[in-house]
C-alpha cells in the first residue's frame, strides 16, 4: 500500500513475510532482522504494529535530542519518532556508516500511546520459537550496552544466535519523549 509517496509504503504484517518453522503449543512468533553484519535480531509480533519503508527524506530532524533519534514523521497523519536502532545499541549512527543508505524499514511498537519507529536496514522472515528455549545473554558474548537491551537469545536452524529485543528497555531509552 503505497501512504502518499512512493518512499513510504506500509508492509502488511501478515502476508508480507516468509513464515519460518510451524506454530504449535506455546511457541511464539518473532519478526527476525539484522542488527549488523553479523548478529541478528528478533523482536515478539506481540510487540510489533507495523513494519513500513522510510525514506529518509521523510524525516524531520528534531534539534537537541539524542543521537539515535533520527526524528520524527507522519504516519496516517500522526507523528511518530524514528530511532536508528543499531545506533542505540552502539553501532554506527546510520548518517555515520561507509554506504549510508537513503531508506531503511520501520518497526512499529507502541510507546504508552506513541508509536515509534525502530529504523533497521531490512526484515526478513517471521521465524517461530519456544520461550521456553531462549537462552539467557552472558556478559562476554556481547558489549554491556547491546546485552542491556536484549530477553536472551534463541539459536536458530544453521545454528546462529538470535538476539531476542527487549521492546520495554528500548522504551524506556526513550524517556521523556
Not at 501512504?3 to 504449535?24: A, K
Not at 519518532?81 to 524499514?105: K, P, Q, Y
Request: charged letters at 15%; one cysteine or more; glycine letters at 8%.
Amino acid at each position: 500500500m503505497v501512504q502518499g509517496n512512493d518512499s513510504f509504503r506500509e508492509l502488511p504484517i501478515n502476508s508480507q513475510f516468509r513464515l519460518e518453522n510451524s506454530p504449535q503449543g506455546n511457541n511464539q512468533r518473532f519478526l527476525r532482522f539484522p542488527l549488523n553484519g553479523k548478529v541478528n535480531g528478533l523482536l515478539p509480533l506481540a510487540d510489533l504494529r507495523g513494519v513500513i519503508q522510510v525514506g529518509l527524506t521523510e524525516i524531520l530532524p528534531v534539534p537537541q535530542v539524542a543521537e539515535f533519534l533520527l526524528g520524527i514523521m507522519n504516519w496516517r497523519g500522526e507523528a511518530i519518532w524514528i530511532l536508528d536502532l543499531a545506533g542505540l545499541l552502539g553501532a554506527t549512527h546510520w548518517c555515520r556508516r561507509e554506504s549510508v543508505r537513503n531508506s531503511g524499514m520501520a518497526m512499529l511498537v507502541q510507546v504508552q500511546n506513541q508509536t515509534v519507529g525502530l529504523l533497521v536496514e531490512q526484515v526478513n522472515t517471521i521465524e517461530v520459537y519456544d520461550p521456553q528455549e531462549r537462552l539467557p545473554v552472558s556478559a562476554s558474548m556481547l558489549p554491556a550496552r547491546l546485552g542491556s537491551f536484549l530477553q536472551g537469545y534463541f539459536v536458530d536452524s544453521q545454528g546462529s544466535p538470535l538476539m531476542l529485543l527487549d521492546t520495554h528497555v528500548v522504551i524506556q531509552a526513550l524517556q521523556p519523549l
